[in-house]
C-alpha cells in the first residue's frame, strides 16, 4: 500500500495542471441549463480542446486513438479537472464513456474508423437508448422490436432515460432481434443515427426541474444492419464488455465535488452561527469522515483496476456508500438553510450578510435524490453484493419462455 | 500510487489469522467470560513471537521495523478473531516498557480524566483487564506515567457489559512515574486509534461473515431466510460498512508511514468513527439476522456488539472525533 505518485505520475499531474491553468481563463462563459444546442456547442469546444492538447480519450486505449492512460493516470486526469472547475464531460458522456469503448471492443474495423475519431473530436454527440418504460430493473425484458427487412433493421418501441437525446447525432441503441420471450439472449445493440425518419424525442422534466432526460419514441424507424456492432442477438454480451472498461473513476469528479460542497456548507454554518451547535459540528466531522473514506475506496478501486484491468466489486460498494453520503450531505446542507432554503437561487442575506449559497445546495439535495436510483437502485445493487459477493440464495429469475 | 494491499502484506495477515484459529479458537476464548482473567498467557507469548507487539518497533531496537500498514492489517485479523485483552496498549507500550515486544508482559492503558481529581467529576475511571496486567500506562496530554496495577484501589465490577472484557472502577487515580512526554502521547493517541478501529473492522468482518453464514443456513417459509431481500440487504449493508471503514484504516495507516500524503492525525480520527460504526452497526445486525437466537448468551452474536461498543470508548469517544473532525475542516 503506498500512497505517494510516482515521478511519472506527478509529471503528469504537473503538465495537466499548467495546461489547464493556461486553457481555462480562455473558455466562453457556460451557456443556461436548458439551453441544449448551447450547451453542445459548449461541451464539444471544450472536448476539442481535449483533443488538440492530446487529452482526448484519456482512459480509451491507443488502438481506439485514445491517450492509453494508466488507471492512475484516469484518476489524476479527472481529479485535476474537478480541482480546476473545468467543466463536465456533458454531453460527451454517452460517447466517451459508454458508445465509445463499445465500438473499441467489439465494432468492426470499419465502424471503429467511421464513429471514434469524431467521437474524440467533440465532432458527433451519442445518447444512450438502453431502459423502457417497462424495462428498467429489469433491463433484460426490454421490447423495443427489431425486424430484418433486406439490409436494414425496422425498428419500433419506447426508450426512456435517454441523456441529450436533443442534441445527440447518434443512439447507442439496445433491440430485441430474438423471440419475445428470449431475454438476454435476443438483444442487438446498434447504432442509431438520431435524423432517421420515425424517431420521435420528447423531454422528459426531473423534479431537480433539469431537462437532460427525454423519451425516446420509434416508429418503424430503418438502421442499417451495418450499424449493428457485435452479432446479432449478442447485445447483452456486448453491452457487458462495455462495463468492463469502468477502473473506479466513475465518481471521481462528483466526490470531489461532494467534498467542495461540504466546505461551502460549513462555511456557511459559520456565517449564520450554527457553527455553534455541537451537533452541526458533528454532523459535519462525520461527513467529512465519510468523504475521505470514499477517497481512499476509489483509489483502492483505481489501484486494483491498475493491476487487473477491472475495479472488481469495489465499484458496487463504491456507488452504494457514496450515495447514502450523498443523500446525508444534501439534507445537512439544506437544514442549514433553514427557510433560505425555499429557492434554488442564491439571495442576499440579512444586513447585507452575503449571497447565500441556496442555488448550488437546493440544486444539489435534489439531484441528490437519483443517485440511490440511476445506474442500477441500491436495491438492486445489495441485490448483487448479497448474491455475487455474500453467496446468498438468488431472487427468483424469470426463465426464458416465462412471462412475469 | 497503488493503494492495493501487497502480497508480503497479505501473507503476514494470514499467518496472524491462523495462528489465531490455533491459539485462540473461539470455544478456547469462550471458556473465559465473565471471569477476571481472559488473557491467556502462552498465546500472548506466541503473539510476541509473531511480531504482534514489536512489529512497528525498529529492528535496532530488536522490532521488525514495519509500519503502521502492516499493523493495521495484522491488527484486523486480531480482531476478526475476537482475541481479547490489552492488545494495543501493549503493542504501543514494545520499546518503552520492558517485555511487552515479546508479549512476556502484558501492559494495559488507561486516559487521566482531563477534568481534574476523580471523585470531583461525575465518572469514575473505569479500568480493563486489570488483573492481567504487569503494568498500568496512564495516557495524558503531560505524557504517560506508568503505576503498578497490584497498589491501585480497584473494585472489581460484577457483570461487565462484554464478557471478555473484565473491568475494575478506581476511586483515585495516583500520579505514575513518568515514562514519555507529551509529544509520545500525542502519537499514541493516533496510532492507538488507528489499531483500535482496525480490531473493529475485524470484528465487523467477523459479525458480517456470521450472519452471512446463518442466513444460508437458517430455513424459514421454505427458504433460506438469506434469499429474501430484507435479511440478504442487511448483510450487504453490513459488507459495505466493513470495507469501507477498511478502506478508511488503512489509508490512515499508510499516511502515518508517509506523512507527505496527508494528515495522519485527522485520518486517524475519522478512521476511528467509521470503523467504530461499522463495528456496533455490524454487531446489532448480525444480532438481528440471527432473530431470537442472536439474543441467546450461547450464539456469539452480541460477542462483537459488546466489545465494539467498549472499543468505541477508547482513544476518542465518536462524539470527540467527529469535533476534531470538524474543526479540521475549520482550519483547512
Given at each position: 500500500m503506498d500512497l505517494r505518485y510516482s515521478d511519472a505520475e506527478q509529471a503528469f499531474r504537473n503538465d495537466l495542471r499548467a495546461w489547464l491553468e493556461a486553457t481555462l481563463p480562455g473558455l466562453p462563459p457556460k451557456p443556461s441549463p436548458d439551453d441544449w444546442p448551447g450547451r453542445r456547442a459548449y461541451d464539444t469546444h471544450w472536448q476539442r480542446l481535449l483533443f488538440d492538447a492530446g487529452y482526448?480519450?484519456?482512459?480509451?486505449?491507443v488502438e481506439g486513438?485514445?491517450?492509453?492512460?494508466?488507471a492512475i493516470e484516469e484518476l489524476i486526469f479527472k481529479e485535476e479537472l474537478e480541482r480546476a472547475h473545468a467543466p463536465y464531460v456533458g454531453v460527451n458522456f454517452v460517447g466517451l464513456l459508454h458508445a465509445g469503448p463499445t465500438v473499441i471492443a467489439e465494432g468492426t474495423p470499419e465502424q471503429r474508423a467511421r464513429f471514434l475519431p469524431p467521437i474524440l473530436r467533440g465532432d458527433e454527440v451519442w445518447c444512450q437508448g438502453f431502459s423502457e418504460p417497462n424495462a428498467g430493473?429489469?433491463?433484460?425484458?426490454?421490447?423495443t422490436r427489431a425486424v430484418r427487412d433486406g439490409d436494414d433493421y425496422v425498428v419500433s418501441g419506447q426508450k426512456i432515460w435517454t441523456s441529450h437525446a436533443e442534441v445527440a447525432d447518434y443512439c447507442e441503441l439496445l433491440v430485441r432481434t430474438?423471440?419475445?420471450?428470449?431475454?438476454?439472449?435476443g438483444i442487438s445493440w446498434l447504432i442509431l443515427?438520431?435524423?432517421?425518419?420515425?424517431v420521435d424525442i420528447r423531454p422528459l422534466h426531473t423534479i431537480a426541474g433539469s431537462t437532460e432526460f427525454a423519451e425516446l419514441f420509434l416508429d418503424e424507424v430503418r438502421v442499417p444492419?451495418?450499424?449493428?456492432?457485435?452479432?446479432?442477438?449478442?447485445g447483452w454480451r456486448v453491452t457487458m464488455v462495455t462495463l468492463s472498461?469502468?477502473?473506479?473513476?466513475?465518481f471521481v469528479g462528483d466526490l470531489l465535488e461532494a467534498i467542495e460542497l461540504l466546505a461551502t456548507t460549513v462555511t456557511l454554518a459559520r456565517r449564520t452561527g450554527a457553527w455553534a451547535d455541537p451537533g452541526v459540528r458533528r454532523q459535519a466531522g462525520h461527513l467529512k469522515a465519510e468523504l475521505d473514506a470514499l477517497w481512499a475506496l476509489t483509489k483502492r478501486n483505481v489501484s486494483q483496476a491498475a493491476r487487473t484491468g477491472i475495479p472488481g466489486v469495489g465499484g458496487t460498494y463504491f456507488k452504494l456508500a457514496y450515495s447514502e453520503t450523498r443523500h446525508k450531505l444534501g439534507e445537512f446542507s439544506l437544514s442549514l438553510l433553514e427557510?433560505?432554503?425555499?429557492?434554488?437561487h442564491d439571495i442576499e442575506g440579512l444586513d447585507g450578510g452575503g449571497l447565500l449559497p441556496a442555488g448550488v445546495m437546493v440544486e444539489d439535495w435534489l439531484r441528490g435524490i437519483s443517485l440511490t436510483i440511476a445506474a442500477g437502485t441500491s436495491q438492486i445493487q445489495r441485490n448483487i453484493v448479497g448474491e455475487?459477493?455474500?453467496?446468498?440464495p438468488k431472487e427468483p429469475q424469470a426463465a426464458p419462455g416465462q412471462k412475469r | 500510487m497503488d493503494f492495493e494491499v501487497s502480497e508480503f502484506q497479505t501473507d503476514l495477515a494470514d499467518g496472524i489469522r491462523r495462528l489465531c484459529e490455533g491459539t485462540f479458537p473461539l470455544e478456547a476464548i469462550r471458556?473465559?467470560?465473565?471471569?477476571?482473567?481472559?488473557?491467556?498467557r502462552d498465546g500472548w507469548r506466541r503473539l510476541g513471537e509473531a511480531g504482534v507487539?514489536?512489529?512497528?518497533?525498529?529492528e535496532e531496537a530488536?522490532?521488525?521495523?514495519?509500519g503502521l500498514a502492516e499493523a493495521a492489517l495484522v491488527f484486523e485479523a486480531l480482531g476478526r478473531a475476537l482475541v481479547p485483552g490489552p492488545l494495543v496498549a501493549s503493542h504501543l507500550a514494545a520499546g518503552l516498557i520492558d517485555g511487552a515486544d515479546d508479549g512476556s508482559v502484558v501492559v494495559g492503558l488507561v486516559e487521566r480524566p482531563r477534568?481534574?481529581?476523580?471523585?470531583?467529576?461525575v465518572l469514575p475511571v473505569v479500568v480493563e483487564h486489570l488483573a492481567d496486567l504487569d503494568v498500568l500506562l496512564v495516557l495524558s496530554d503531560q505524557g504517560i506515567e506508568r503505576l503498578d496495577p497490584a497498589a491501585l484501589d480497584a473494585t472489581a465490577l460484577p457483570?461487565?457489559?462484554?464478557?471478555l472484557t473484565p473491568v475494575w472502577s478506581l476511586t483515585t487515580l495516583p500520579a505514575g512515574e513518568p515514562v514519555a512526554g507529551p509529544d509520545v502521547a500525542t502519537w499514541w493517541r493516533r496510532d492507538g486509534a488507528v489499531l483500535t478501529a482496525a480490531l473493529q473492522v475485524g470484528m465487523a468482518q467477523w459479525a458480517c461473515d456470521l450472519a452471512v453464514e446463518y442466513a444460508k443456513g437458517r430455513v424459514q417459509f421454505g427458504r433460506?431466510?438469506?434469499?429474501?431481500q430484507a435479511v440478504k440487504h442487511l448483510c450487504a449493508d453490513m459488507v459495505v460498512r466493513a470495507e469501507v471503514a477498511r478502506c478508511a484504516v488503512q489509508a490512515a495507516a499508510v499516511t502515518v508511514d508517509q506523512?507527505?500524503?496527508?494528515?495522519a492525525e485527522v485520518a486517524a480520527a475519522g478512521a476511528k468513527l467509521l470503523a467504530d460504526e461499522a463495528a456496533v452497526t455490524n454487531g446489532r445486525s448480525c444480532i438481528q439476522v440471527h432473530g431470537?437466537?442472536?439474543?441467546?448468551?450461547?450464539?456469539?452474536?452480541?460477542l462483537a456488539y459488546k466489545r465494539a461498543r467498549v472499543l468505541a470508548?477508547?482513544?476518542?469517544s465518536d462524539d470527540a472525533l467527529a469535533e476534531f473532525l470538524a474543526d479540521a475542516l475549520v482550519s483547512d
Amino acid at each position: 500500500m503506498d500512497l505517494r505518485y510516482s515521478d511519472a505520475e506527478q509529471a503528469f499531474r504537473n503538465d495537466l495542471r499548467a495546461w489547464l491553468e493556461a486553457t481555462l481563463p480562455g473558455l466562453p462563459p457556460k451557456p443556461s441549463p436548458d439551453d441544449w444546442p448551447g450547451r453542445r456547442a459548449y461541451d464539444t469546444h471544450w472536448q476539442r480542446l481535449l483533443f488538440d492538447a492530446g487529452y482526448a480519450g484519456v482512459d480509451w486505449p491507443v488502438e481506439g486513438g485514445g491517450r492509453g492512460s494508466s488507471a492512475i493516470e484516469e484518476l489524476i486526469f479527472k481529479e485535476e479537472l474537478e480541482r480546476a472547475h473545468a467543466p463536465y464531460v456533458g454531453v460527451n458522456f454517452v460517447g466517451l464513456l459508454h458508445a465509445g469503448p463499445t465500438v473499441i471492443a467489439e465494432g468492426t474495423p470499419e465502424q471503429r474508423a467511421r464513429f471514434l475519431p469524431p467521437i474524440l473530436r467533440g465532432d458527433e454527440v451519442w445518447c444512450q437508448g438502453f431502459s423502457e418504460p417497462n424495462a428498467g430493473s429489469d433491463l433484460a425484458s426490454m421490447r423495443t422490436r427489431a425486424v430484418r427487412d433486406g439490409d436494414d433493421y425496422v425498428v419500433s418501441g419506447q426508450k426512456i432515460w435517454t441523456s441529450h437525446a436533443e442534441v445527440a447525432d447518434y443512439c447507442e441503441l439496445l433491440v430485441r432481434t430474438g423471440d419475445e420471450d428470449s431475454r438476454h439472449r435476443g438483444i442487438s445493440w446498434l447504432i442509431l443515427p438520431m435524423d432517421s425518419p420515425g424517431v420521435d424525442i420528447r423531454p422528459l422534466h426531473t423534479i431537480a426541474g433539469s431537462t437532460e432526460f427525454a423519451e425516446l419514441f420509434l416508429d418503424e424507424v430503418r438502421v442499417p444492419v451495418a450499424n449493428r456492432v457485435g452479432d446479432e442477438n449478442d447485445g447483452w454480451r456486448v453491452t457487458m464488455v462495455t462495463l468492463s472498461f469502468e477502473r473506479g473513476t466513475a465518481f471521481v469528479g462528483d466526490l470531489l465535488e461532494a467534498i467542495e460542497l461540504l466546505a461551502t456548507t460549513v462555511t456557511l454554518a459559520r456565517r449564520t452561527g450554527a457553527w455553534a451547535d455541537p451537533g452541526v459540528r458533528r454532523q459535519a466531522g462525520h461527513l467529512k469522515a465519510e468523504l475521505d473514506a470514499l477517497w481512499a475506496l476509489t483509489k483502492r478501486n483505481v489501484s486494483q483496476a491498475a493491476r487487473t484491468g477491472i475495479p472488481g466489486v469495489g465499484g458496487t460498494y463504491f456507488k452504494l456508500a457514496y450515495s447514502e453520503t450523498r443523500h446525508k450531505l444534501g439534507e445537512f446542507s439544506l437544514s442549514l438553510l433553514e427557510r433560505a432554503g425555499l429557492a434554488a437561487h442564491d439571495i442576499e442575506g440579512l444586513d447585507g450578510g452575503g449571497l447565500l449559497p441556496a442555488g448550488v445546495m437546493v440544486e444539489d439535495w435534489l439531484r441528490g435524490i437519483s443517485l440511490t436510483i440511476a445506474a442500477g437502485t441500491s436495491q438492486i445493487q445489495r441485490n448483487i453484493v448479497g448474491e455475487r459477493i455474500l453467496g446468498l440464495p438468488k431472487e427468483p429469475q424469470a426463465a426464458p419462455g416465462q412471462k412475469r | 500510487m497503488d493503494f492495493e494491499v501487497s502480497e508480503f502484506q497479505t501473507d503476514l495477515a494470514d499467518g496472524i489469522r491462523r495462528l489465531c484459529e490455533g491459539t485462540f479458537p473461539l470455544e478456547a476464548i469462550r471458556r473465559t467470560e465473565s471471569t477476571p482473567h481472559v488473557v491467556d498467557r502462552d498465546g500472548w507469548r506466541r503473539l510476541g513471537e509473531a511480531g504482534v507487539f514489536h512489529l512497528c518497533l525498529a529492528e535496532e531496537a530488536g522490532g521488525v521495523g514495519l509500519g503502521l500498514a502492516e499493523a493495521a492489517l495484522v491488527f484486523e485479523a486480531l480482531g476478526r478473531a475476537l482475541v481479547p485483552g490489552p492488545l494495543v496498549a501493549s503493542h504501543l507500550a514494545a520499546g518503552l516498557i520492558d517485555g511487552a515486544d515479546d508479549g512476556s508482559v502484558v501492559v494495559g492503558l488507561v486516559e487521566r480524566p482531563r477534568t481534574g481529581a476523580v471523585g470531583t467529576g461525575v465518572l469514575p475511571v473505569v479500568v480493563e483487564h486489570l488483573a492481567d496486567l504487569d503494568v498500568l500506562l496512564v495516557l495524558s496530554d503531560q505524557g504517560i506515567e506508568r503505576l503498578d496495577p497490584a497498589a491501585l484501589d480497584a473494585t472489581a465490577l460484577p457483570r461487565p457489559m462484554d464478557p471478555l472484557t473484565p473491568v475494575w472502577s478506581l476511586t483515585t487515580l495516583p500520579a505514575g512515574e513518568p515514562v514519555a512526554g507529551p509529544d509520545v502521547a500525542t502519537w499514541w493517541r493516533r496510532d492507538g486509534a488507528v489499531l483500535t478501529a482496525a480490531l473493529q473492522v475485524g470484528m465487523a468482518q467477523w459479525a458480517c461473515d456470521l450472519a452471512v453464514e446463518y442466513a444460508k443456513g437458517r430455513v424459514q417459509f421454505g427458504r433460506p431466510i438469506g434469499g429474501f431481500q430484507a435479511v440478504k440487504h442487511l448483510c450487504a449493508d453490513m459488507v459495505v460498512r466493513a470495507e469501507v471503514a477498511r478502506c478508511a484504516v488503512q489509508a490512515a495507516a499508510v499516511t502515518v508511514d508517509q506523512p507527505d500524503v496527508g494528515d495522519a492525525e485527522v485520518a486517524a480520527a475519522g478512521a476511528k468513527l467509521l470503523a467504530d460504526e461499522a463495528a456496533v452497526t455490524n454487531g446489532r445486525s448480525c444480532i438481528q439476522v440471527h432473530g431470537g437466537m442472536g439474543f441467546t448468551w450461547e450464539v456469539p452474536a452480541h460477542l462483537a456488539y459488546k466489545r465494539a461498543r467498549v472499543l468505541a470508548t477508547q482513544f476518542g469517544s465518536d462524539d470527540a472525533l467527529a469535533e476534531f473532525l470538524a474543526d479540521a475542516l475549520v482550519s483547512d
